[in-house]
């Protein structure tokens, strides 16, 4: 059930990362903000900002080249940027998760799945080492990992992809965090694992009322899971809304050409797939005014000269874009 209280508030974050050939801002003024017991996906192309976006939660970003220049994340009231290395361990794993993108190289190669699931559960929750490999075992068990107790013995690679993903979310899951970050929790898994994936993951969100970062590109997996749904673009967040209003009413340009792209399966269109025209900027040359623009069909000069206001509209909608502001 969602509240309307936020559990996670992101105001004008600006994470850069500061390299030889010059300045990428990874994250460039975002904000967002996820509720009790809600979902809110971030989507966007690869390289949009929304892994940086992420990782900044926890501060997991490598520093350097990377560094957090300006903004704030609170975390339940609390500013997670103030908090001392001791302090996020504390978070980390406890009260915040994150299921990583890739499971293989994620889980340590060399501790068995049992050894890498006590591990959290004897930090954080304080058990003895018997009542850790129960839980362990009840863990793996809820996550729908057949004899729970004999994988226990086994290494990741042992597994197949879809198994070393329930492992990654029995990890995350185990102390029962008030927010999990699921950075592209079905990438290269086949459709059945996939949509196994998705309803383990709702089926917890309605059992602990935990709420979920959902990173994707994946606008399949946003319609079954997303409450509220961010569109990041170069650093940007260019339109916010609830789930219904970004498919049914889209605004922004890049994301209407997202949803063009889509293949209909139950269309008789034969005409090719829709593609967006032109490349993502160079990040370490990006254009003066909306990034967008010169991959945009309704681009106009103003578009190329200043960046674009956010327009609002109603019930917490709103885009970047010209063409909606009265400055055009």
Known sequence: MINNKPILEVNNLKTYFYTDEGIIKGCNGVS????????????GESGSGKSVSA???LQLIPMPPG????????????????FNEKQLENIRGNDIAMIFQEPMTSLNPVLTIGYQIIEPLRLHQNLSKK?????????????????????????PHQMSGGMRQRIMIAIAIACNPKLLIADEPTTALD???QAQIIKLMK???NKTGMSILMITHDLGVVAETADKVAVMYCGEIVEYGNVDDIFYN????????????MPQLDSDNKEELY?????????????????FADRCEHAMDICRKQEPEIVNFGNEHYAKCFLYSKLK
């Open 32 to 43: 967002y903000k996820v509720y009790e017991g809600e979902t809110l996906a971030l989507v």
């Open 131 to 155: 009542e850790a490999k129960k839980k362990a075992v009840e863990l793996l068990e809820l996550v729908g990992i057949p004899a729970a107790e004999k994988r226990m013995k086994e290494y």
């Open 67 to 82: 560094k957090i220049v300006d903004g704030e994340i609170l975390f339940n009231g609390k500013n997670l940027l103030d």
């Open 275 to 291: 593609i967006i025209e032109g490349m993502v900027p160079n990040p370490l040359n990006l254009p003066t005014g909306c990034k």
């Open 203 to 205: 089926d917890m969100q």
């Open 191 to 193: 459709v059945t694992i």
């Open 250 to 261: 889209s605004k922004h340009p890049y994301l209407i050409g997202l949803k063009k792209s």
């Open 55 to 57: 990782m900044s939660i």
